[in-house]
């Protein structure tokens, strides 16, 4: 099951990060509309990418990741690293959304520095998080800040009571 587990978040991540690639060339085809009807195609065929197909793989790559990570030996210091790059993948992807919401008019512009500063960001992210899961670098966890060790805003634990010492008869 491990491996099925980790096939399908391969999957669904490679699936994911590709559209979120390829989703700029269709944000920036809405500057080449001619008519109402070329509207129509590109406005469905981007929203079908993202909605259809981006967003569900998202969902099945964060999902089948966090199983990963309760399922394998998964809680190693690098990981915070890869969650971080997830985080940033999940903002661009926020952002293709709101660039998508945007260009529903069908008057309104592709901002293509905002699509290079995303796709950039999205780019950097995937390899890192490559990187990192290649390379498991062995990363000292005492580097780490202490809000990463431990727990939240729970006081540490308490040792347990020593149990009365027992009389002899």
Known sequence: MLLWLKLLHIGALAIWVAGLLYLPAMLLA???VEDRQDFARIRMSSRFVYMGLVS???FIAI????ALF???????PWMFLKLIGV????IGHLQYGHLLAHLADEEAQPPPRQLVLI???????????????LAKPD????SLPSWLTQPGLLA??????????????
């Open 63 to 66: 999902g089948a990741g966090t």
């Open 139 to 142: 990363i000292p966890s005492d």
């Open 70 to 76: 309760f399922i394998a030996d998964a809680l190693h």
């Open 119 to 133: 796709t950039g960001l999205v780019l950097v992210s995937a390899l890192a998080i490559l990187a990192l899961v």
């Open 87 to 90: 985080g940033v993948l999940v």
């Open 30 to 32: 809405h500057r080449r």
């Open 56 to 58: 569900p793989m998202a």
């Open 156 to 169: 540490p634990p308490e040792p347990p009571p020593l149990a009365p010492a027992a009389h002899p008869r």
